[in-house]
Structure formats: C-alpha cells, structure tokens
C-alpha cells in the first residue's frame, strides 16, 4: 500500500517532480512514480533543515555579549550542556568535535520533534533518515580516527591489545564496528516509530481528553533519543581517537 502522500511532499513533488525525476535518472535511480518522486520522508528532512537555517539565519545577528536574548540563552543552555556532556566522555580533548555533536543533536531533535506538529511526520520514523544520521557519524568517529592515528595505527586499534589474539580480534571488531550502523539505525527508528503510533493510536480514541499527555511524551521521546545519538556518537568518537590521550 502506497504511503499516504502529506500536503507539503505533495507542494513538493508538484513544484520540482520534473526536475527531481530528471537528476534520478541520471543517477541511474528512476523513481517508481515520476510524477511523485518525493517520499514523505526526504520532504520533511527539507522542511527541518530549512527550520534550522531559518533559526540560525534569525539568530546570528541577535547575539550579544551584553544584551542576549531569548533564543541566544537557550542555545547556550544547549552548547554547554552538550559541552558538559563532551567533557565527561571524551575530557577536552573532545572540544574540537563538539561542532558535530551539535549538529547531529539539534538535526536528530527537531526531526524528532516535526511529528508534534499536525498534518507533519518525524522524518525519524522512517527508516532511511535514521540510516542517513547513523552513516554521518560512523564516516565521521572512523574519520577521527584515520585522521588522528593515521591509517596503520587505526587498524591496530580493531587487533586488540595482544597482538597473538589479533587475528580473532580484528574481524569481530570489524564486524562490531559494522553493527554500530544496525544499533543505531533500529534504536532511533523504532523509538519514534512506536511513539509515534501510540501517540496517534491515543489520539484518535480520545481526541479531546489525551493530546496534551501524549504530546509532552513525544517531546520527552524526542529529546531522550536525539541526547542518546549524541551520546553514542560521543562515545564512538572517543573510542577512535588515541587511547593514550584519554586523559589529556
């Protein structure tokens, strides 16, 4: 059964279906349906990435040393709690890569959170979105890692600390490093997947009574899943950089 098709990928696919079909098929990728060729899913990652362009285009100008506003103070709540976070995993050696937490928490976060509003889907409970934030931070932390113990010292960090056990190490490690993607894929999707429908399950049996409760479980759902991607990405992260730095 096709999924049903929202009023913006709707916009969209009216707007740039021409285009889009053309790119595809260039990309050797033809779209099942060339007249829709957006998924409900792709439009509402637009949607929040424009939100979040839009949010920061609104508050670069405003900040001030003297005079901070509003949206100013609660980004800073936000930096210094991911920089508290960041400090307890990684110490400072782990301030250089906070850029990334940010923008993997603040993307993960508000996707979570577009299903709150009607007639909008979270881009997270669909599969391919949650795939998409689990392959940037595995190319990042194996990034940090080739990058900071060059590629020979990189690979001796999958062969375990005796290098006689090495040849069963390095492809369980391998494999686990591989799994990363899977855990994190399955952890964010099912989350807001199952909080999604029994938000709508909730809703349609009793419209006037629950929204409220159920709509401040998703934004607990929300927040709780986007501070868990960080924090594995933290994690993974430091366990990619050199191990005699943990303490720096």
């Given amino acids: 059964m096709p999924e049903h ?5 709707a ?26 060729p957006w998924p409900n899913f792709a439009a509402m990652e637009v ?15 405003r900040l001030s040393m003297d005079r901070p506003g509003k949206l ?22 782990g301030r250089p890569y906070i850029a990334f937490f940010g923008a993997i928490f603040i993307f993960v976060l508000f996707s979570n959170l577009l299903g709150i509003i009607p007639t909008l889907d979270s881009p997270t409970m669909f599969p391919p979105v949650p795939l998409g934030c689990a392959l940037a ?6 990034f940090v890692g080739l990058r900071t113990q060059g590629p020979l010292g990189y690979l001796k960090h999958f062969a375990g600390p005796v290098w006689w056990l090495s040849p069963l190490m390095f492809p369980i490690e391998i494999v686990s490093n591989l799994a990363r ?8 999707f099912a989350n807001m997947f199952a909080g999604e429908q029994v938000t709508l399950t909730f809703m349609s049996l009793f419209p006037l009574v629950l929204p409220l409760p159920f709509m401040g479980l ?17 994690v993974y992260v ?11």
């Fill in 47 to 61: 949607l929040v990435a424009l939100i979040i362009i839009l949010l920061f285009a609104l508050l670069r100008p």
């Fill in 181 to 188: 993607l899977l855990s994190l894929t399955i952890r964010l």
């Fill in 218 to 234: 998703h934004i607990f759902v929300s927040l709780l899943q986007a501070y868990i991607f960080a924090l594995l990405t933290m």
């Fill in 238 to 248: 430091g366990e990619a950089l050199p191990h005699q730095s943990a303490h720096s």
């Fill in 5 to 9: 098709e929202l009023w913006l990928t």
């Fill in 72 to 93: 100013q103070h609660v980004f800073e709540l936000v930096y210094g709690f991911l920089s508290g976070q960041t400090d307890g995993v990684l110490g400072h050696r």
């Fill in 137 to 142: 931070t595995f190319a990042y932390y194996n």
């Fill in 11 to 36: 916009l969209i696919n009216k707007l740039l279906a021409g285009p889009t079909t053309a790119v595809l098929q260039k990309l050797g990728l033809p779209p099942e349906n060339p007249a829709h």
